[in-house]
């Protein structure tokens, strides 16, 4: 062996060396690099020793660059399978975490729609959950998927529940505590009973001439709502023309038309 290759030898015992010093002390794999080597050798192995320490430049030589990975990998006992094992580990939790952030963004928003009253919730379950968002935001869910194994699922549909579900004070404040869910169903029978009082009141109106005036007694608010066919209406009044006295009741032809004429 030559000076050179000596020299190279003892290099590469060092770099090993280093390596295995990152292992002993739980660095992962996956992030031993050449700056951890060289500052392990400068800083912890031989800190005062430069014989000893190994720069930068000389792991980026070809040779040092294209065994560097092989070294790591006895060292830590991995084979490349393993390390495409692991990766796609990896792959596959970062997906999971991305697609729970996601989901529970959709369950907030899905929150708040049901304490505007703007999502009727008769009750907040898995399914309910799940098949909202499916619905709506167009995501691949399995039917059972908040009851699944898969970490992170039930605890997300747990605490989009909770906060449904959890106390809130009331304007009056008071000491009652009503929930989330109770707000929303009392927002959601308001807006029940307001479109039937609605209803209610225009059916106490009427427009005549353009303007909409009150129902009283007398009006004929019992003709209101009721629509009359026209081709029907012009054989009534041919049959009843002969019948008519020169002084007509006006209420009683009203009626009798109504009563004849309307579109059943």
Do not use: H
């Not at 000389?58 to 990998?73: C, E, G, I, R």
């Not at 991995?78 to 939790?93: F, G, P, T």
């Not at 303007?211 to 003709?223: C, H, M």
């Amino acid at each position: 062996m030559n000076k050179n290759e000596q020299k190279q030898s003892e290099k590469i015992d060092l770099v090993r060396e280093a390596i295995q010093f990152l292992k002993n002390n739980n660095v992962p794999l996956k992030k031993v690099n050449k700056i951890d080597v060289v500052l392990t050798l400068k800083e912890r192995l031989y800190p005062n020793n430069k014989d000893k320490q190994i720069s930068k430049n000389t792991l980026s030589k070809p040779f040092y660059k294209n065994n560097f990975d092989k070294w790591v990998k006895e060292i830590y006992g991995v084979s490349n399978a393993d390390i495409r094992a692991q990766r796609s580990k990896e792959v596959l939790n970062k997906n999971l975490s991305e697609k729970l952030k996601r989901i529970e963004k959709y369950g907030n928003e899905l929150i708040n729609k049901i304490a505007q009253g703007k999502v009727v919730c008769p009750k907040f379950t898995k399914r309910f959950l799940r098949d909202w968002i499916v619905e709506n935001k167009g995501e691949q869910l399995s039917e059972s998927i908040f009851s699944s194994s898969t970490e992170g699922y039930k605890e997300l549909y747990e605490r989009l529940s909770a906060k449904l579900l959890a106390p809130i004070e009331n304007n009056n404040k008071t000491s009652e505590l009503v929930s989330l869910n109770e707000v929303a169903k009392l927002k959601q029978e308001l807006q029940v009973y307001k479109k039937a009082l609605d209803n209610l009141i225009t059916q106490q109106f009427v427009v005549l001439n353009g303007v909409e005036k009150p129902l009283v007694e007398g009006d004929g608010n019992e003709f209101k709502g009721i629509f009359i066919d026209k081709y029907t209406l012009y054989g009534y009044l041919e049959f009843i023309k002969k019948k008519l006295g020169n002084k007509i009741d006006a209420y009683e032809l009203f009626k009798s038309i109504a009563d004849q004429c309307k579109i059943k």
